[in-house]
């Protein structure tokens, strides 16, 4: 599937930033970040405000004069109309984290084979996870836990361990003595309690069940994997950014 390089479009208007959990203002983190795309030669997709796109690379950082120099083997029209925004909504993805920031100030480098786009290091950088892309296991001991009511018994309220997450949806430990649910059903509303910091709501529907274990009520249960139906926007911010705080843990472990 083609990745999606339009950019999120992050007007906030008046009140809290909804965005800020995602925004990576770190002068060394965006660093970080603007490195693996140079190092790896992320494509980088420049919107333009027409609604027009270029594909690019990062050659150079710059730390000392704050500017990126990218690539700009594209036609002569779409370079004038780059010149003449002179701004453009850089668009990449690192494995499965979408990146994008800001360019402003844009001007040609002609140089003796290759022409290059400047513009100045963004003030902020932005990280989003991709759906469908990113699912992070929990461990046995954690306290992560759905709840919701049975669709067949409405007054029974289920309360079921969390196996894995994501943005598209999660897996949930259903034990054997709970009654069965089958596939195609309708959950509702679930009340998701990741920890203490980490609680939203979202409709979902069940779409697998998988039995597991040999009959031992103790160990024997079911996994079931639901899909979000619609994932709120407050829902989806406060998910996202539980994801990325795992994904950096996960990188600290793996140092």
């Given at each position: 599937m083609p990745l999606d390089t339009r950019p999120a479009e992050l007007h906030t208007g008046e009140g809290p930033d909804p965005w800020g959990p995602f925004r990576v203002s770190h002068p060394q983190e965006r660093?970080?970040?603007?490195?693996?795309?140079?190092?790896?030669?992320?494509?980088?997709?420049?919107?333009?405000?027409?609604?027009?796109?270029?594909?690019?690379a990062l050659w150079v950082i710059d730390p000392e004069s704050q500017r990126l120099t990218f690539s700009a083997d594209i036609g002569p029209d779409a370079l004038a109309r780059m010149v003449e925004a002179n701004e453009a909504v850089a668009v990449a993805y690192l494995q499965s984290v979408k990146v994008q920031f800001d360019v402003h100030g844009l001007v040609v480098v002609r140089g003796d084979k290759h022409k290059a786009l400047?513009?100045?290091?963004?003030?902020?950088?932005?990280?989003?996870?991709?759906?469908?892309?990113?699912?992070?296991?929990?461990?046995?001991?954690?306290?992560?836990?759905?709840?919701?009511?049975?669709?067949?018994?409405?007054?029974?309220?289920?309360?079921?361990?969390?196996?894995?997450?994501?943005?598209?949806?999660?897996?949930?430990?259903?034990?054997?003595?709970?009654?069965?649910?089958?596939?195609?059903?309708?959950l509702g509303a679930m009340e998701v309690d990741m920890d203490l910091d980490t609680r939203f709501s979202a409709p979902a529907t069940l779409q697998h069940v998988t039995a597991v274990g040999t009959g031992d009520t103790l160990t024997s249960g079911a996994r079931i994997g639901c899909e979000w139906l619609t994932l709120p926007g407050s829902s989806e911010r406060i998910l996202q950014r539980w994801i990325d705080r795992a994904q950096q843990r996960q990188r600290l472990l793996a140092q």
């Amino acid at each position: 599937m083609p990745l999606d390089t339009r950019p999120a479009e992050l007007h906030t208007g008046e009140g809290p930033d909804p965005w800020g959990p995602f925004r990576v203002s770190h002068p060394q983190e965006r660093l970080r970040l603007l490195r693996e795309l140079r190092d790896q030669q992320i494509p980088v997709v420049l919107n333009l405000p027409d609604g027009s796109t270029a594909p690019t690379a990062l050659w150079v950082i710059d730390p000392e004069s704050q500017r990126l120099t990218f690539s700009a083997d594209i036609g002569p029209d779409a370079l004038a109309r780059m010149v003449e925004a002179n701004e453009a909504v850089a668009v990449a993805y690192l494995q499965s984290v979408k990146v994008q920031f800001d360019v402003h100030g844009l001007v040609v480098v002609r140089g003796d084979k290759h022409k290059a786009l400047q513009s100045f290091i963004p003030p902020a950088i932005f990280r989003f996870q991709r759906r469908n892309a990113y699912r992070v296991r929990n461990a046995a001991r954690s306290d992560a836990v759905v709840r919701f009511r049975h669709p067949a018994m409405p007054d029974m309220v289920l309360t079921l361990r969390v196996l894995d997450i994501s943005i598209s949806g999660c897996a949930l430990w259903m034990p054997a003595d709970m009654p069965a649910l089958a596939a195609g059903t309708s959950l509702g509303a679930m009340e998701v309690d990741m920890d203490l910091d980490t609680r939203f709501s979202a409709p979902a529907t069940l779409q697998h069940v998988t039995a597991v274990g040999t009959g031992d009520t103790l160990t024997s249960g079911a996994r079931i994997g639901c899909e979000w139906l619609t994932l709120p926007g407050s829902s989806e911010r406060i998910l996202q950014r539980w994801i990325d705080r795992a994904q950096q843990r996960q990188r600290l472990l793996a140092q």
